[in-house]
Antibody, heavy 124, light 111 residues
Framework: QVQLVESGGGVVQPGTSLRLSCAAS????????MNWVRQPPGKGLEWVAFIRYDGNYHVYGDSVRGRFTISRDNFKSTLSLHMNSLRTEDTAVYYC?????????????????WGRGTTVTVSS | QSALTQPASVSGSPGQSITISCTGV?????????VSWFQQHPDKAPNLIIY???HRPSGISDRFSGSKSGYTASLTISGLQAEDEADYYC???????????FGSGTRVTVL
């Protein structure tokens, strides 16, 4: 069964940086696009960033564009999210999410499997 | 890109059927088949229950069904059970820079 395990969350001050990681297993990671999706406490889901299966294309949500960077290491089956200039409104559970179909060259595609999430709290 | 609109809450008695709507702007839903639905129990990760408008992943009960008409996608839960009490989110790909747009979420209560 597909497994995604996020790590790297924590409590940080506004303006600082944090790096999240997602370890993928039990599927061919290099064949699937991936996303980060977040959920603020008590609120709904918000898409954060997308990266194509080969790592050569990425797209960001309006609220994080220019501050966050998504990347992947297909040799290590790892997805990352580098978060800079963190704000209090970035406080959320961050989920690593797999795209269902393999080797999609166009951006997007149905999301299917989610990790359990890692919590980021930005507070002074 | 605004969130897709869902009712905040829907309730029903065990055995009944309920339908959750998901209404979006034209660039989100109209012309696209990539509408998915996720179920989220408290303090759990979302779980895919419908993809491509009306397809169920393996292991998902056939009590869950999806459809789309014009600018509105719908999720129907038949034979409502206590375990169906959860939050439900729709999501669709868009043509804008906001690649995915989620619905606002619907809390389903089993009376």
């Amino acid at each position: 069964q597909v497994q995604l395990v996020e790590s790297g969350g924590g409590v940080v001050q506004p303006g600082t940086s944090l790096r999240l990681s997602c370890a993928a297993s039990r599927f061919t990671f290099s064949d699937h696009a991936m996303n980060w999706v977040r959920q603020p406490p008590g609120k709904g889901l918000e898409w954060v960033a997308f990266i194509r299966y080969d790592g050569n294309y990425h797209v960001y949500g309006d609220s994080v564009r220019g501050r966050f960077t998504i990347s992947r290491d297909n040799f290590k089956s790892t997805l990352s999210l580098h978060m800079n200039s963190l704000r209090t409104e970035d406080t959320a559970v961050y989920y690593c999410v797999k795209v269902r179909l393999s080797k999609l060259r166009s951006p997007g595609g149905d999301m299917d499997v989610w990790g359990r999430g890692t919590t980021v709290t930005v507070s002074s | 890109q605004s969130a897709l609109t869902q009712p905040a809450s829907v309730s029903g008695s065990p055995g009944q059927s309920i339908t959750i709507s998901c209404t979006g702007v034209s660039s989100a839903l109209n012309g696209y088949n990539s509408v998915s639905w996720f179920q989220q129990h408290p303090d759990k990760a979302p779980n895919l229950i419908i993809y491509d408008v009306g397809h169920r992943p393996s292991g998902i009960s056939d009590r869950f069904s999806g459809s789309k008409s014009g600018y509105t996608a719908s999720l129907t839960i038949s034979g409502l059970q206590a375990e169906d009490e959860a939050d439900y989110y729709c999501v669709s790909s868009t043509t804008s820079e906001t690649l995915y747009v989620f619905g606002s979420g619907t809390r389903v209560t089993v009376l």
